[in-house]
Every structure is written in C-alpha cells, then in structure tokens.
Nanobody
Framework: QLQLVESGGGLVQGGGSLRLSCAAS????????IGWFRQAPGKEREGVSTLSPGGSTTNYADSVKGRFTISRDNAKSTVYLQMNSLKPEDTAVYYC??????????????????WGQGTQVTVSS
C-alpha cells in the first residue's frame, strides 16, 4: 500500500516562496503519476500540477503557471512542488496524490487512488 506524506507548508508573506514535499513510503514513485491539488475553505478541490510516470511530462493550472514547479527525486521517492511569487489566493490545504500508470494523467481528483493528508499553506497580503 502506497502512503504519501506531505510537508513544507506554512505561513508566508505574499511574494514569498515555499517548497512542498510529498514523500512515499512503501515503494518507489517512479511508476506513478503524481498530482498536486489544493482546497480552500468553501471551495472544491482543484488541480495545481501533474507529473507523468517517469517524470517526463508536467502540467500546470493556468493560475500557477510560471510560478510553481513540480519535480521528482526518484532516489528519495519524493515529489516536490516549488511555489514562488505566492499570492493570498494560493492559500489552501495542499494535497499530493498518486496513480499507478493511469490511462491519462489529468487534474481530475478521481484519477488518483492514493492521497496524502494535506499540508496548510497560508499566504498573507
């Protein structure tokens, strides 16, 4: 059973940076598509970024394009989300999720079987 643990959230001023980590226990992430999602109070969970199995293809929501970068360290079984130029509207609980070689890598939460517990990101204005 794949278990995911996020870390790296916190409180940051607008314009600042944070790096979120998603560490897997139990197995390597190399064969998994990874998605980062976020959910703000009163809003639906939305996709932020995805990474294909093997890490060759990335995708970003328009709202974070040019500011966020997803990456993978297979040796550490860890996926990162580097978040720069943070805005108050980025405030949310951030979740990582994994799917074993899905037919298609999407930002639809239903694509992903395994989820972490989430980490809070708060951006002050």
């Amino acid at each position: 059973q794949l278990q995911l643990v996020e870390s790296g959230g916190g409180l940051v001023q607008g314009g600042g940076s944070l790096r979120l980590s998603c560490a897997a226990s139990g197995r390597s992430l190399v064969n998994y598509a990874i998605g980062w999602f976020r959910q703000a109070p009163g809003k639906e969970r939305e996709g932020v970024s995805t990474l294909s199995p093997g890490g060759s293809t990335t995708n970003y929501a328009d709202s974070v394009k040019g500011r966020f970068t997803i990456s993978r360290d297979n040796a550490k079984s860890t996926v990162y989300l580097q978040m720069n130029s943070l805005k108050p509207e980025d405030t949310a609980v951030y979740y990582c999720a994994a799917a074993y070689w899905p037919p298609r890598v999407t930002m639809n939460p239903s694509t992903y079987k395994y989820w972490g517990q989430g980490t809070q990101v708060t951006v002050s204005s």
